[in-house]
């Protein structure tokens, strides 16, 4: 079992940058797929981007592509995003999740963070 929680969030212009970070707890960090994932109001669950267990293998929505950067540091036990260029419409919960592997599905995470408030304003 992981525990994961967000951090990094907050209020920023359009164009600005904001750096989310999501600790996890336990030795079995470096065992999981990461991904983040943001929710607007009223909106669904939507995929921003994931990683594969070792770092090497990133994958992207197209809304984010070119703007967003997921990494993560093992030895820290944490997954990073970077958010450049953030739009008004990037305004979400941004929540961490871990999972046996990558996917756009928010059902193939099973341990989920509490979120992290991201407000672009125009």
């Known amino acids: 079992q992981v525990q994961l929680v967000e951090s990094g969030g907050g209020v920023v212009q359009a164009g600005g940058s904001l750096r989310l970070s999501c600790a996890a707890s336990?030795?079995?960090?470096?065992?999981?797929?990461m991904g983040w994932f943001s929710q607007g109001p009223g909106m669904e669950r939507e995929y921003v981007a994931a990683i594969n267990r070792s770092g090497g293998v990133t994958y992207y929505a197209d809304s984010v592509k070119g703007r967003f950067t997921i990494s993560r540091d093992n030895a820290k036990n944490t997954v990073y995003l970077q958010m450049n260029s953030l739009k008004p419409e990037d305004t979400a919960v941004y929540y961490c999740?871990?999972?046996?592997?990558?996917?756009?599905?928010?059902?193939?995470?099973?341990?989920w963070g509490q979120g992290t408030q991201v407000t672009v304003s125009s």
């Open positions: 336990g030795r079995t960090f470096r065992s999981y797929a």
């Open positions: 999740a871990a999972g046996p592997l990558t996917s756009r599905s928010a059902r193939e995470y099973n341990y």
